[in-house]
């Protein structure tokens, strides 16, 4: 089955199905022979497992975005099986075994497991920025008794005493005899002092609270990330 680059590139995935048209799966790995050109593919008929039965394109036809061999259903499904993802040439046991069952001839050169194309996967690192809660201290209300110097005034009174003469005239003198003699008179005086007490009273009422504060911090990281450098000799290099 002699095929184009691109054609070898679209085989992978493509339905393949029996001589009248029953379909068996899809193209899962193709092996070409020596001349670069595929030979068998293994399918993948969708029965859970790791292993998928062997299918070979010698008289197979294309069309349409379909592979159709010249097997019945049954015989494909029966074939001897490789393992999925393998990327191994075909054993010289695993051949004879192939072509004991298609009843083919056998080839000389076991065919070696293609690739669409060459290709390169190229791969990098992403930064992935997250943000995670932690412990960052606690906050705590402490009251304590201190003491402090209060410096402040109170109007205090008192009694003095001043000496008031009057004289004895005509007109007071009234029946104001007089009496000499020894004689005292007494007045009492008043006099208010600072008396200080004290009373507790609340003055303000402190509790916690808090805010959730968003802000911006800088990361700086490194990421790493691959290069593909094509080398491609100058004969074959594409003109533009």
């Keep these: 089955m002699r095929l184009t680059e691109q054609q070898v590139r679209s085989l992978y995935g493509q339905d393949v ?3 009248s048209g029953a379909k068996i799966g899809s193209v899962a790995q193709v092996w070409a022979d020596a001349a670069g050109e595929p030979t068998w593919v293994s ?14 394109l010698t008289g197979a036809g294309m069309s349409e975005g379909k592979v159709t061999v010249p097997y ?25 075994q192939l072509y004991r069952h298609y009843q083919l001839q056998q080839q000389e050169r076991p065919p070696q497991r293609m690739s669409g194309s060459p290709e390169l996967t190229r791969s990098e690192e992403r930064l992935r920025v997250g943000t995670e ?7 705590q209300l402490r009251k304590q008794v201190v003491t402090e110097d209060v ?13 008031v003469r009057e004289p004895i005239t005509d007109a007071n003198r009234g029946d104001i005899r ?10 009492e005086l008043r006099a208010e002092r600072p008396v200080v007490s004290k009373e507790q009273v609340p ?3 402190v509790r916690l609270a808090k805010d959730e504060v968003v802000e911006e911090q800088p990361i700086d990281e490194q990421v790493r990330r691959e290069r593909i450098d094509v080398d491609v000799p100058e004969p074959a290099r594409r003109r533009r």
Excluded: W
């Design 17 to 19: 199905q029996d001589r």
């Design 43 to 56: 399918v993948k008929t969708g029965v859970m497992g790791h292993h998928e039965p062997m299918a070979p």
């Design 72 to 96: 019945d259903k049954a015989t494909v499904k029966s074939a001897p099986t490789v393992e999925a993802g393998t990327d191994q040439p075909l054993g010289a046991d695993q051949l004879a």
């Design 133 to 139: 809660s932690q412990p960052a201290g606690t906050a």
């Design 151 to 163: 410096h402040t005034t109170v109007p205090v009174e008192h009694d003095e005493v001043r000496v």
């Design 178 to 187: 007089p009496d000499i003699r020894d004689e005292q008179r007494e007045m």
């Design 203 to 205: 003055v303000e009422r």
